[in-house]
């Protein structure tokens, strides 16, 4: 018999991934979820890996959290040939913990965890003291987070009164409050988030202020940084309704290792070896019939990388973002993906939203100031802004008005953290730092009439840009299914062979996208590589 061994505090955290994941309605089978092949009395079992096919080949497509979950939930459930292949030279995916001014860090990926209650990575980040528990910690300012310390401007300089502020934030969060718990009337229902806002308002508001309208404009424009949209327009009003906020915070913030402690935590779940960066995926051949066997028989995957070297597999999960096979999908699986998947690909959304960071000497700003909103006269929110972006000439030569304003940024008391997205985000990606901090400095001094200093150091994230990402996070447009789409893409290739010689679960998807609920969210990430793990831990104990 093998020896028994005790359980390991960093697989505290499957368990109570397993918990979520059965509450939400997913089939979970507990008996081949172990962290270490033998018996594990304190998790409740004792029942030994002896179905599980240890010999299985599984590789791994991408490192963020959706693929390190993925490769450390099977390597703990016993699987010992799992693979993850990173197409740059770092784990992490969208997320991005860096260091560049000083010894504190900078997130220019992912920044908060979303909800407490039955969120993995939260549970996660308890259990190993990475949290940031004291006062100051970061936050983004939101039209449900406004506080008396969000300094909103108008671009003539007047200071808005923030009780004047908060009225009209508060009605804009009970409005998009409808939508998310799908109260919305049938009118709004095959419409756009951005028309069934600007009615509702009127309804409230028949006759507002011009400053009541522009602080509603500023909410629209603030929303599309959390929808990762050009537009609220571009949002379906209805398909919003599927996505779950956790309970217990939208903002809480990871201590002084940031998300890069969270991924140190996961990389340690697997032994040395198992992942290799600097090594993008151009062809994923998987069989669609016994004609089509590629490579050994009992093995019917071979990927093809850029350095022209190849790796047979049993299965192999991809966890590409969205943006990427948006662009690549067509070209990287042979033979090509079913119509479904390749629909639901190119039908849901994928923005950017990215962060300019502004590095000062000193501070100028108040000690009571959290942040400084930027309030425009005619915002690019407005549908004669939208408009604008597809008239002739220059439509990008006043991207700076999606920039909704400068928060502090926790453990740097002189930096700023702007924020931007949709085209205008893709626009600014195109210039250099230099000119972007003299436009975000010229912003300020036009909105605060404060003597704002050249900033020592420009610093800005370009997702878009990133070859790998090609963008930030999912959003549902106009017209799409969520549901349908999001299960689309999750589906597995061949789900069910025709040919009994042809294996199963092949090909396997895992990301953000691939969740009904969570999509956008680094919990959503990750709770679908456990999904995908998960199903080929079932699979094997069927065998």
């Known amino acids: 018999m093998m020896k028994e061994q005790p359980m390991h505090r960093h697989c505290f955290l499957f368990y109570n991934t397993l918990q979520f994941i059965e509450a939400k309605g997913y089939s979970v089978d507990k008996r081949h979820f172990l962290p270490f092949p033998g018996q594990v009395k304190q998790a409740g079992l004792s029942v030994p890996l002896c179905n599980m096919s240890a010999s299985a080949r599984v590789i791994v497509i991408g490192a963020g959290l959706a693929g390190l979950a993925a490769a450390a939930t099977l390597c703990k459930a016993g699987f010992q040939h799992v693979l993850i292949l990173e197409a740059t030279e770092k784990p992490g995916g969208r997320i991005d913990t860096t260091r560049p001014f000083g010894s504190d860090i900078i997130e220019l990926g992912a920044n908060w965890i979303h909800g407490r209650k039955n969120n993995p990575l939260y549970t996660l980040a308890k259990e190993h003291g ?137 990389l340690k779940c697997f032994p040395q070896g198992a992942l290799i960066c600097n090594k993008p995926v151009q062809c994923v051949r998987w069989t669609m019939d016994s004609a089509g066997q590629h490579g050994k028989e009992s093995q019917p995957v071979k990927l093809v990388c850029e350095d022209g070297q190849e790796y047979d597999a049993d299965h192999v999960i991809v966890t590409a973002s969205l943006g990427f096979l948006q662009e690549r999908a067509a070209d990287m699986f042979e033979p090509a993906l079913p119509d479904s998947k390749a629909g639901a690909i190119q039908k849901l959304g994928f923005g950017t939203v990215d962060k300019i960071f502004l590095k000062f000497d000193e501070r100028f700003w108040p000690d009571d100031c959290a942040g400084i909103q930027l309030v425009w006269k005619h915002s690019p929110e407005e549908p004669r802004g939208q408009e604008g972006l597809t008239q002739e000439g220059d439509p990008f030569k006043t991207w700076y008005k999606k920039i909704c304003g400068f928060d502090v940024v926790a453990r740097h008391p002189t930096v700023l953290c702007g924020w931007i997205t949709g085209r205008e985000a893709e626009h600014m990606e195109t210039l250099s730092d230099e000119e972007v901090g003299d436009i975000c400095v010229s912003l300020l001094r036009t909105f605060t009439s404060w003597p704002v200093p050249k900033p020592s150091r420009v610093l800005l994230s370009r997702w878009r840009r990133h070859p790998f990402v090609r963008g930030s996070y999912t959003y549902v447009p106009c017209g799409v299914d969520a549901v349908h789409e999001h299960q689309a893409l999750a589906e597995p290739l061949p789900l069910s062979p025709v040919h009994a010689e042809v294996k199963p679960l092949q090909v396997l998807f895992a990301g953000e996208a691939t969740h009904i609920n969570f999509y956008t969210t680094t919990h959503g990430a990750y709770i679908t590589g456990v999904r995908e793990a998960e199903r080929l831990i079932n699979h094997y104990a069927t065998q």
Not at 195 to 200: F, G, I, N, Q, T
Not at 213 to 223: G, H, Q
Not at 235 to 264: C, K, M, R
């Open 130 to 266: 990475l949290l940031h528990e004291v006062a100051g910690a970061s936050t983004m300012c939101l039209p449900n987070s406004v506080t008396p310390d969000d300094y909103f401007f108008r671009e003539d300089g007047q200071r808005l009164h923030p009780s004047d502020v908060e009225q009209v934030c508060a009605l804009f969060g009970r409005l998009t409050a409808r939508a998310f718990d799908g109260e919305l009337e049938g009118r709004y229902l095959s419409g756009s988030l951005g028309h069934y806002l600007d009615e509702a308002f009127v309804e409230v508001f028949p006759d507002p202020t011009q400053e009541s309208r522009e602080v509603f404009e500023w909410c629209k424009r603030s929303e599309c940084t959390d929808e990762a949209s050009s537009s609220l327009y571009e949002v379906s009003a209805s398909q919003i309704s599927h996505y779950i906020a956790l309970e217990g915070g939208f903002f809480n913030t990871l201590g002084t290792l940031g998300y890069q402690g969270l991924l140190d935590v996961l």
